[in-house]
T-cell receptor
Framework: GQQLNQSPQSMFIQEGEDVSMNCTSS?????WLWYKQDPGEGPVLLIA?????ELTSNGRLTAQFGITRKDSFLNISASIPSDVGIYFC???????????FGTGTRLAVRP | GAVVSQHPSWVICKSGTSVKIECRSL??????MFWYRQFPKQSLMLMAT?????????EQGVEKDKFLINHASLTLSTLTVTSAHPEDSSFYIC??????????????FGQGTRLTVV
């Protein structure tokens, strides 16, 4: 099946640093979602984006829905150790449709 | 937020046996449930979509006779891995979505089930 390409594949940063990751697709999505997955757990929704160009924040997290509807990025400001995990983007073509997941970005934070 | 519970969290079974995994929506009615499989260090791959009261829709390459899905009620879906083999060992995750949520149709995920076939 189709997958969304995420970059970088992994990041190892110092606590307090800002983080940026992005997700690109060859096809258009009408909804972009960002999830975080801890080891041995299911994904947890962080931010949902519904409109091209939309910029949405959730605490230290900010995500944007690309104008072309083929990409999205997620920023984490002032990272903390509990930000460690795998971040997945997911795209949805229409409301109620299945999700297509990205390849994931693995984040490690050094205290 | 909505709660989705999976059971068991982990299971070890012998090759050739069948294993059933349950996915329950605890505080909402889920007309649609999704089953994913995730191999180590990989992304979630959708296996099938199930709608309450109807047959599941399987993704290409997923054997419907091997991965039996039942969605008999609005709060419960089950995935049965029949005649399991070591290559079926994986992390299985369900998600559930309520009907008529409009923009809030993103699914909520269970905590996953780690299946190991020996």
């Amino acid at each position: 099946g189709q997958q969304l390409n995420q970059s970088p594949q992994s990041m190892f940063i110092q606590e307090g640093e800002d983080v940026s990751m992005n997700c690109t697709s060859s096809s258009i999505f009408n909804t972009w979602l960002w999830y975080k997955q801890d080891p041995g757990e299911g994904p947890v929704l962080l931010i949902a984006l519904y409109k091209a160009g939309e910029l949405t924040s959730n605490g230290r997290l900010t995500a944007q829905f690309g104008i072309t509807r083929k990409d999205s990025f997620l920023n984490i400001s002032a990272s903390i150790p509990s930000d460690v995990g795998i971040y997945f983007c997911a795209g949805q073509t229409s409301s109620g449709d299945k999700l297509t997941f990205g390849t994931g970005t693995r984040l490690a934070v050094r205290p | 937020g909505a709660v989705v519970s999976q059971h068991p969290s982990w299971v070890i079974c012998k090759s050739g046996t069948s294993v059933k995994i349950e996915c329950r929506s605890l505080d909402f009615q889920a007309t649609t449930m999704f089953w994913y499989r995730q191999f180590p260090k990989q992304s979630l791959m959708l296996m099938a979509t199930s709608n309450e009261g109807s047959k599941a829709t399987y993704e290409q390459g997923v054997e419907k006779d091997k991965f039996l899905i039942n969605h008999a009620s609005l709060t419960l879906s089950t995935l049965t891995v029949t005649s399991a083999h070591p290559e079926d060992s994986s992390f299985y995750i369900c998600s559930a979505r309520a009907a008529g949520q409009g923009k809030g149709t993103e699914a909520f995920f269970g905590q996953g089930t780690r299946l190991t076939v020996v």
